[in-house]
T-cell receptor
Framework: NAGVMQNPRHLVRRRGQEARLRCSPM?????VYWYRQLPEEGLKFMVY????????ESGMPKERFSAEFPKEGPSILRIQQVVRGDSAAYFC???????????????FGPGTRLTVL | AQKITQTQPGMFVQEKEAVTLDCTYD???????LFWYKQPSSGEMIFLIY??????QNATEGRYSLNFQKARKSANLVISASQLGDSAMYFC??????????FGQGTILTVHP
């Protein structure tokens, strides 16, 4: 049973370019969460999605960031016109439902390390 | 106010000894969950242990145990018989409501031979 998959694992972009980060949840999971980890900090919640719906985007910066989780395919976190401050590790987690309990709560992917030059 | 506080930026322990990593939390919810994750230098987030707010017994997973003191709002991680491979960053996290996790700042654990 494959875990949460994220790609690419490492992404380098120049200022002003677009970054697209992909997350495939675990099989049977319909809930996806994105977190950002800035250097030397803990993870910060960004957005929570279900298939075709954004449930909570309270942690998303107001501009340049967007997320989707289409009916088919992976969840995408998109950052337009990247700046150096966007350099971070971006983690995706998935769960089978919103009230998942115990160790079945959230499973994390390996993360995407974004570097903006 | 911080929801999750880890007051130890760094901890050192001798191999084979036990170590306690501190975590305090703040919530007004009655139902919540507390998690510990390990992040080695390779960067992935490894789930270690979970404690539900209604669980009466402290959670244990192998060498990991969670010292849950609800009245004090603390959820300390105890690692017994430390190994060199335990050297990593450790994060405490809390789940409230529908599932969003709030993380502490982390504690870097270094195990000495």
């Amino acid at each position: 049973n494959a875990g949460v998959m994220q790609n690419p694992r490492h992404l380098v972009r120049r200022r002003g370019q677009e970054a697209r980060l992909r997350c495939s949840p675990m099989k049977g999971h319909s809930h996806v969460y994105w977190y950002r980890q800035l250097p030397e900090e803990g993870l910060k919640f960004m957005v929570y999605l279900q298939k075709e719906n954004i449930i909570d985007e309270s942690g998303m910066p107001k501009e340049r960031f967007s997320a989707e989780f289409p009916k088919e395919g992976p969840s995408i976190l998109r950052i337009q016109q990247v700046v150096r401050g966007d350099s971070a590790a971006y983690f995706c987690a998935s769960s089978p439902d919103s009230r998942a309990r115990g160790t079945g709560g959230q499973f994390f992917g390996p993360g995407t390390r974004l570097t903006v030059l | 106010a911080q929801k999750i506080t880890q007051t130890q930026p760094g901890m050192f322990v001798q191999e084979k000894e036990a170590v306690t990593l501190d975590c305090t939390y703040d919530t007004s919810d009655q139902s919540y969950g507390l998690f510990w994750y390990k992040q080695p230098s390779s960067g992935e987030m490894i789930f270690l242990i979970y404690q539900g707010s209604y669980d009466e017994q402290n959670a244990t997973e192998g060498r990991y145990s969670l010292n849950f003191q609800k009245a004090r709002k603390s959820a300390n991680l105890v690692i017994s018989a430390s190994q060199l491979g335990d050297s990593a960053m450790y994060f405490c996290a809390m789940r409230e409501g529908w599932g969003k996790l709030t993380f502490g700042q982390g504690t870097i654990l270094t195990v000495h031979p």
